[in-house]
């Protein structure tokens, strides 16, 4: 094709409008058909480099927009696109200095400042995300900026401006995707109760209307039903995380072992980690290759050392794409995947949504149903997931004997003997205590801790502080039960063997409900603290029930609320019989199933065979009891 320079242009607006209809494969040729003519069009090469990134061909796209910058830098839409493949390679570093020269050149561009704060996020630079958020938003006020910036400031803790975020984004839109839930789990946070009943109520409610309105990790602590919960999941994964295109076509790998891939972004100081590396040293390699799949930050801690040493291989895939790890893990011929991420920060559905594997599990991170087709199995017990409850699971259930719960039979407990006094607690006064976190905490527990306090003459509440603005909301509710606030004492957080240490220090271990404590039950336990626990109407509310039963302590499952307050009384009353139920615990702790870490690989094992042999004989996932 040749023709002059207004022709040229004419065949390029062509082109130009093709792209606008969506239809990028007749762009794509009026653009290629231009630069035969003339090779250095500057806007034919910038939007066929455009065109190949929305095609999937990205390397292809930086390539031309590249060439397109050589011959004219000043059009910042060209660095603003090439920065946009850039991020989709995973290359934040590369990306970033693209959004800085397009905002050089047009720092008026709002969607420049958002790829920006893309970027700085992924590059681990919140703070500076913030900024180019909130320049965004001093552009144009937006619903899911503000959104953006409550979710940075929620993950540094600063929870009351995170509610203000939140909160400017509802008012805006109330319907934007997961903003209820977003707003009232920063409430809870805070400690923050007023008319907190009516909003969760709500929130349950929005979510049984088929509304995606929360985050199915932030439902947990909301008083819905499993077939809410069910439903939540559902609804979040079709907005967020449907099926795609199958990377696994139905083959039958044939291996002298089987290939069982975990993947986590919490391979570091995190307390799935500290959970469940024994699991991974005590898998028995004869039978089973055993494969890390990290796409979160490498720390450098002791723990991450640890697991990094235990797995056969493992993958360090932070700067890999989803699509890039689901093709690793078909390439390597995976058997079995399991997501230790559920629906939790930092989570990647996406892979699993691809099917990778010919099988697919969920464990650990996530106590619930993952309201997905591709994922086939929920790793549970007969407490959390009992059996006439599995219909409210998309996954089928493999029950595992006594508890679903992985734990570490060489977590450190320091030595140090930690008194009293230097933990602000009174020497002689019945300490009760509650280390989970406080958006588990709701008002109407709350009120019975407090009666509690009331009847036990002298005795004090020793939580975790999790921010500042929480402690002062819990000692002003607790004035306004009449109760003096000097009696809640709250912790700091510390160093995970001293942390162990210290509840030594305590006499009784008060769960939470809806929301049981789940590692934090652990922590009392393997530091000889008994748990009392009141089980509830799903898999998130019994996990305290379950580890109980497996170390030996059922006396201490309340069956209501109502006995959970009158039995919580009465051991305070009775120290004697207390002392017999912590000595009980110091028995049990090394020769009950809870902390045998060993006993439960092989349990965990025997769950996996019997996973890999129905699909090696053809036949569908189903449900899987494993025997004791």
Known sequence: MTGTAASLQAKFREGLALHREGDLEGAEGVYRDVLESQPAHFDSLHMLGLVALQRGRTETGIGLIQQAISLNDRVPAAHNNLGKGFLDLQRPEAALPCFDRALALDAGHREIHLNRARAQLTLG????????????????????????????????KRYREALAAYDSAWQRKPDLLGI????LDTRLHLADWKDLDREAASLVASVRAGKASTQPFIFLAAPGHAADQQQCARLWAERLHPPATPLWRGERYAHERIRIAYLSADFRVHPMAFLFAGLIEHHDRSRFDIIGVSFGTDDGSEIRTRIRSAFETFVDAR???????????????????VDLMGYTTNSRTGILAQRPAPVQAQYLGFPGTMGVPYIDYVIADGVVVPEDERGFYSEKVVTLPDCYFVNDDKRAIAPRIFGRTELGLPPESFVFCCFNSTHKITPALFGRWMRMLAVVDGSVLWLLRDNADAADNIRREASHRGIDPARLVFADRLPVPEHLARHRAADLFLDTLPYNAHT??????????????????????????????????????????????????ALAADRGRLAEIRARLAG??????????ALFTRRMEAAFTAMHARHQAGLPPDHIEVAG
Not at 520 to 538: E, F, I, K, Q, R
Request: charged share 25%.
């Open 125 to 156: 630079r919140p703070d500076e995300a913030l900024v180019s958020y909130r320049h965004a938003l001093a552009l144009q006020p937006d619903a899911e900026i503000h959104r953006n910036c409550g979710n940075i400031l929620y993950r540094q």
């Open 180 to 183: 209820e839930g977003h707003r």
């Open 319 to 337: 700067t890999k794409s989803e699509q890039e790890i689901a093709a690793l893990i078909r390439a390597r011929e995976i058997d079995i995947v």
């Open 520 to 569: 934090t039950a652990a922590d009392a336990l393997w530091a000889g603290l008994p748990v009392l626990t009141c089980p509830g109407a799903t898999f998130a509310g019994r996990v305290a029930a379950s580890m109980l039963r497996a170390v030996g302590l059922p006396e201490l499952i309340a069956p209501s609320l109502d006995e959970y307050e009158r039995l919580a009384i």
């Open 588 to 597: 049990n702790r090394l020769t009950k199933p809870l902390f045998d870490t």
